[in-house]
């Protein structure tokens, strides 16, 4: 009697894992055919899902470019690398800082406008970092800024104002207003921190 169970329950067994092979293959062929229909026939989660490939394309585009740009920057040093990273962090946080409603920075017991003009303070360091710590160049390395601040500052811009920002100056003669605002008082900081830069590198090296 009791061997008639052990061969019922290994019947049943046997029985149990043949319909679970059989269930995980037919599964797996609706799958493929599924998969098959998907890419014949996209519906709309089809093209969702379409869109957000296109979309992790265009990011790991985005992040190679970025990547490439930063090997480059590598070629010019350290410090002049470092110049442009400020640079291009007064830019995106002028643009975020006057998106901003001035009641955010009312609660938060900020003045608006006197953080816009501690931002002025970058373009000054990013051209003395490059003048003083560069190994070679370092009046080129410095002055370097006159012409890329007013360019990063005119694209960030218009990029915010192409994403819906509200800027003061729109499209590509905005930009070209910014350029030449930036270029303009821009130059005169650039200048300063590149000086002081030499300076404080002569008196290193000097001494």
């Not at 493929?32 to 890419?39: E, G, I, P």
């Not at 070629?75 to 006057?98: R, T």
């Not at 370097?144 to 590509?172: K, M, Q, R």
Request: charged content about 15%.
């Amino acid at each position: 009697m009791t061997a008639l169970r052990k061969r019922c329950s290994a019947a049943k067994a046997r029985i149990t894992i043949s319909r679970l092979l059989t269930v995980a293959t037919v599964s797996s062929r609706h799958l493929k055919s599924a998969a098959r229909l998907f890419h014949l026939h996209p519906g709309p989660i089809g093209r969702s899902t379409l869109v957000l490939n296109q979309e992790s394309q265009d990011i790991a585009q985005i992040q190679y470019m970025v990547q490439s740009w930063v090997n480059k920057m590598g070629i010019f040093g350290k410090p002049w690398s470092l110049g442009v990273l400020l640079i291009l962090a007064f830019s995106v946080l002028g643009e975020l800082i006057v998106l901003l409603d001035e009641y955010v920075f009312h609660r938060v017991g900020i003045n608006r406008n006197a953080l816009l003009l501690v931002l002025w303070i970058l373009p000054i360091l990013a051209s003395y970092v490059a003048s003083r710590y560069s190994e070679k160049h370092k009046l080129l390395m410095g002055l370097s800024y006159v012409i890329l601040f007013p360019l990063i500052g005119a694209v960030v811009h218009y990029i915010s104002g192409e994403l819906g920002g509200t800027v003061d100056f729109v499209g590509l003669p905005g930009a070209m207003a910014i350029f030449k605002l930036y270029l303009g008082v821009g130059s005169i900081l650039v200048i300063l921190g590149t000086a002081l830069g030499l300076v404080l590198s002569k008196q290193n090296s000097g001494s």
